[in-house]
């Protein structure tokens, strides 16, 4: 496929360090609307703040970038006002859960017709290496010389507890799959939320010995476990590894229906 015929050709090159994982999330997001079919002007990608951000700079869709913490905000301002568009927003783990994680537990809930790509690469990654709220238990960052000390945040199962239709979880070194499950997210109906785990080798990487982006992602390859295979895994061999695939595929009332009926039966009144 031409994947320039989606991009804004005059923003390239990216701004993304060299080894960055959100270029193949990019890749894989007009992989999965390329083989959808769907236009261009259909779609709005919403964006927030941090590395994952400027995806929203290097497409030709109709875009916003928004303030920290706040595309799902935007994004469902947007669908409301205009229910025919297919929203996408992208977020980092630290944009769709810190500041932003009040946002995304009550998009969720609501069960709004929008898909959300978090970004996960464990720290925050374009301010300065500060903890977020995905960095593991233990592992360093500017605001955690000596470890971090709390508990991980566990995106999609927060996700799916807070009542969306669609939840999954793929990794940058599997782009194929990692593509086909965008491309469901977009298609479900109500809240749909794709994790995706990408390697931040300048932030997170090299204050924990990581190794180099392409050790890092070949890592990833070693960590995935498939979430059918994970079913019969102890917590004990699940520990540090990514479970992958569809976590929830649910069918449940979505928002703007709901709120259209409401309209349509206080007018017959």
Request: aromatic share 8%.
């Amino acid at each position: 496929m031409d994947y320039s015929q989606y991009l804004r050709n005059d923003k390239l090159p990216y701004i993304w360090c060299a080894g960055c994982g959100d270029r193949i999330v990019l890749k894989a997001i007009l992989r999965a609307i390329h083989d959808l079919g769907l236009e261009k002007d259909e779609i709005a990608m919403v964006a927030g703040i941090g590395c994952s951000g400027r995806t929203a700079g290097y497409v030709d869709f109709n875009t916003l970038h928004t303030t920290h913490g706040r595309a799902i905000t935007f994004a469902t301002g947007l669908k409301m006002a205009r229910p025919d568009m297919t929203v996408i927003v992208v977020s980092g783990d630290g944009d769709a859960t810190a500041i932003g994680g009040n946002h995304l537990i009550h998009a969720a809930r609501r069960n709004i017709d929008i898909t959300v790509l978090v970004y996960n690469n464990h720290i925050y990654g374009m301010t300065g290496g500060q903890v977020s709220p995905t960095t593991p238990m233990g592992d360093f960052a500017t605001t955690a010389p000596y470890g971090n000390l709390e508990n991980t945040f566990d995106i999609s199962g927060l996700t799916i507890a807070a009542g969306a239709s669609f939840v999954a979880r793929s990794a940058v070194a599997d782009i194929k799959y990692l593509s086909n499950l965008i491309g469901q997210a977009i298609s479900k109906k109500g809240f749909s939320l794709v994790e995706v785990m990408t390697p931040c080798y300048i932030a997170y990487g090299r204050m924990n010995e990581k190794g180099s982006a392409a050790q890092m992602i070949l890592d990833q390859r070693e960590e995935a476990v498939d979430v059918e295979e994970a079913k019969s895994m102890s917590p004990e061999d699940l520990q540090d590894r990514i479970v992958v695939g569809v976590l929830a595929d649910r069918e449940l009332p979505e928002y703007i229906a709901t709120y259209d009926r409401v309209i349509s039966q206080a007018q017959q009144r």
